[in-house]
């Protein structure tokens, strides 16, 4: 008898899969490339997880049935693959149409200066001249408001065709919106996680954003259910991890860099920005003091071979910007403003080249707009 692959497809369908009770054929498991060489058949099961616990009494019973209703002249050859489509993580509606990248900054862990990277990156951004909006997503310590200096701003809604929209704050050329804007940031610690994440995702959609080349998520610490919650609901164009040179913040950033990198997040890492990076004294200008060990991060960057985007010593202004409402990239003619508008450019300059390598169509024209 001629053997074809419908003839196999039939056979298969005998089969089914204890999980769901679905035959194996039905559910998509089997992979379209069924090979025929004479009397030998090779066929490929695919599964979602490698250690599916039903793969290997598939693969037999699947042997069996098409002995059974093939002939006992097959001579079988059964694979288990991987289902690389049901492993996509799920595409996010596109929000924020009128946004053409947006950009994730994160960190292993608190105090490393992930905010004051986010913040001064959106100055340094709106400095070389393009559209830029902050959403302070540390939901559990937003310090945006007091950055900017924007402690007791309360924005208000608007009406946008028909909607009614949060108005985001504007300061130093940059869009921004964070809860700390809605609650007292001392209450914000005891959110529970889903209410953290509805308020967010209203943060992003019922805001009226308008056009933006660069949308900066100032993300919380570590890895948390906010860091899903903003896969899940916007379309990531890149991840920035912010760390200390320091060997125990470089092993939490090596974790977040993972996880971005992890099927579930899937989110392309544009760059670590090592901050804290040295210290020198005013006094002694031409002094630097590692407190916190050397080139730390341009090893990890190296080692897991992703850009070094900056290195930002530790500077008083810096600080002091920090708490006086105005960062220092405002001043880009200082050494720290020029370190932050370098970063700047090197950041817009990722987003460049990682658009350059996407298909025609979704490419991002990431001029000044
Ligand atoms: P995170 O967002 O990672 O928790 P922050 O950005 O809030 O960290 O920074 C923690 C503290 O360190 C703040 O007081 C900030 O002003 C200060 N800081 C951050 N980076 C620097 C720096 N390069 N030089 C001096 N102070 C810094």
């Known amino acids: 008898m001629a053997l074809y692959p419908q003839l196999i497809l039939d056979a298969l369908k005998h089969v089914r899969y204890p999980g769901n009770g679905v035959d194996i054929v039905t ?28 793969a290997k009494s598939l693969v037999k019973a699947s042997e069996q049935a098409i002995l059974t209703y093939v002939g006992k002249e097959v001579d079988i050859v059964g694979n288990i693959g991987i289902n690389y489509k049901t492993q996509l993580p799920p595409q996010p509606e596109k929000l924020l ?8 900054v994160s960190s292993g862990k608190g105090g490393v200066g992930k905010s004051t990277v986010s913040s001064n990156l959106a100055v340094a951004l709106a400095n070389e001249g393009y559209k830029v909006g902050l959403l302070d997503a540390d939901i559990f310590g937003p310090s945006v408001p007091k950055m900017f200096g924007l402690e007791d701003a309360r924005p208000y809604l608007e009406p946008v065709e028909g909607r009614e929209l949060i108005r985001p704050e504007e300061k130093y050329g940059v869009k921004m919106l964070s809860i700390g804007f809605f609650v007292d940031p001392n209450n ?27 949308f900066i998520v100032d993300l919380p610490p570590g890895t948390s259910d906010i860091h899903l919650t903003m896969v899940q609901t916007v379309a990531i164009t890149g991840a920035i991890v912010v760390s200390t040179p320091q060997e125990v913040a470089l092993a939490d950033a090596r974790k977040g860099i993972s996880m971005f990198m992890g099927e579930k997040v899937n989110v392309p890492i544009l760059g670590l920005v090592e901050n804290m990076a040295w210290f020198t004294p005013a006094e002694l200008p031409n002094n630097k003091y590692y407190l916190f060990g050397k080139e730390g991060c341009k090893r990890l960057a190296e080692e897991l071979n992703i850009p070094l985007l900056g290195q930002i010593p530790i500077v008083q202004s ?14 880009p003619d200082s050494i720290t403003g020029q370190a932050f508008a370098e970063l700047a450019r090197k950041v817009a300059r990722q987003v460049e080249i990682r658009n350059e390598t996407l298909p025609e169509t979704k490419k991002v024209d990431v001029k000044r707009g």
Do not use: H, T, Y
Request: aromatic share 6%; net charge negative.
């Open 97 to 104: 149409p009128q946004v053409k990248n947006i950009i994730a």
């Open 318 to 331: 810096i600080c002091e910007g920090g708490d006086n409402g105005e960062p220092v990239a405002c001043n």
């Open 188 to 214: 914000a610690v005891l959110w529970r996680g889903g209410m953290a994440s509805n308020a967010l995702k209203q943060l992003i959609s019922d805001a009226n954003w308008g056009e933006l080349d660069f």
């Open 27 to 54: 559910a998509g498991m089997v992979d379209d490339n069924i090979r025929i060489e004479g009397n030998k058949v090779s066929f490929s099961l695919l599964l979602d997880k490698p250690n599916d616990p039903f």
